[in-house]
């Protein structure tokens, strides 16, 4: 088992229990203010309800901004590129070493990060591993293994971090991100989910989740036990180290019903929430895919600024989470763990469709 020191106690935000559910802003096709694209699509989450932001790290001002809203648990595209696949040289292991180190201890160390948690992640990997998308091919075993050099000198600069700033104020946590689960698992194709993650030391592992959102119920959770067992054991962290980074159908998918794309990515939810994973994360808040000129709507606010259902279905549901955990701290004294939130959020869900 990888030993990870227990980090110290940090102070909590008032009432900031863990949400589970959650979305992101990444690249949207649209904004209707003058804000920074990001900016808005942060400030309508904040707007939602959600304690929780799924963004790509963006210039210093924009993340000062971000930081400074009420979220709790922030993940964070970073340094995602694939530089790395064609080998990864002592030079660029001492630059990624140096810019994680750097950003973990800013984070850590900050004032106006006390009591939140963040997670330094990157975009699906097995896109990475297989630049031309081609399925039916296996992983070059080289760059899986340059994969796997990448994201533990990550790991291991976080790790520094940490240990140098006794008086943390954060929480920051890593995570590798994974997308092609069910060809590793079912078709025993070489994939990130069986050739890297094995290898790897990070925190967490991301599932963006599309190739076993529409399976049945026990099949999802079949597949989240097979992926969480990839993971190395590793101490003073949750059994199930596997969120759901990224999962729903799009507008189109659901023929551009709302109510129909409402009751579908609600299913979604339940299926995953039913796991009890730390996060499960909705793509996204606005669309960022146009086809033949036409937006895809993977969007909770249409590009006419229009809240869909499914929009209005989260922000009820948040509200219900936060009289769900003031009548659990007026009882208990204590607030909800990650798993009694999942928990309530996935029975709220389904009854909802009742």
Not at 84 to 93: A, H, I, L, Q, V
Not at 94 to 108: G, I, P, Q, S
Request: aromatic share 12%; with cysteine.
């Amino acid at each position: 088992m990888i030993t990870t020191p227990a980090l110290p106690q940090v102070p909590e935000l008032p009432d900031a229990f863990p949400q589970v559910l959650g979305t992101q802003v990444i690249g949207p096709a649209y904004k209707f203010t003058k804000e920074d694209p990001i900016v808005e699509g942060a400030l309508v989450v904040q707007g939602l309800g959600s304690r929780i932001l799924k963004v790509q790290v963006p210039p210093g001002p924009q993340l000062n901004q971000l930081i400074a809203m009420p979220f709790t648990h922030y993940l964070l595209w970073f340094r995602s590129n694939a530089d790395w696949s064609k080998g990864f040289t002592p030079e660029m292991r001492r630059r990624e070493y140096n810019a994680t180190y750097a950003f973990t201890k800013d984070l850590l160390t900050r004032r106006d990060t006390t009591g939140k948690t963040f997670f330094i992640g990157h975009w699906e990997g097995d896109w990475y591993l297989l630049p031309d998308r081609n399925t039916k091919a296996d992983v070059d075993p080289a760059a899986a293994a340059a994969m796997v050099e990448w994201l533990n000198v990550r790991q291991e600069a976080v790790d520094d971090a940490r240990a140098e700033v006794p008086y943390t104020r954060c929480r920051v946590y890593t995570y590798a991100e994974v997308n092609r689960v069910r060809d590793a698992m079912v078709e025993g194709k070489k994939r990130m989910a069986n050739l890297v993650v094995p290898k790897l030391n990070v925190d967490f592992v991301s599932y963006a989740a599309y190739d076993c959102q529409l399976l049945p119920a026990a099949e999802v959770t079949k597949t989240l036990d097979w992926l969480n067992a990839q993971l190395p054991p590793k101490a003073n962290l949750p059994a199930k180290r596997v969120f759901i980074g990224e999962c729903g159908l799009s507008w189109m998918a659901c023929g551009g019903d709302g109510k129909v794309h409402e009751e579908k990515n609600r299913e979604i939810f339940t299926k995953f929430l039913s796991w009890r994973p730390p996060l499960v994360l909705y793509w996204q808040v606005y669309n960022n895919e146009v086809v033949d000129g036409k937006q895809v709507g993977f969007w909770l606010v249409d590009n006419k600024n229009k809240k869909t259902p499914l929009y209005e279905t989260m922000k009820e549901l948040f509200v219900q989470q936060e009289d769900a955990a003031k009548e659990m701290r007026r009882r208990t004294n204590r607030l909800p763990t990650f798993e009694q939130m999942a928990e309530f959020s996935d029975n709220w869900l389904a009854q909802k469709g009742k």
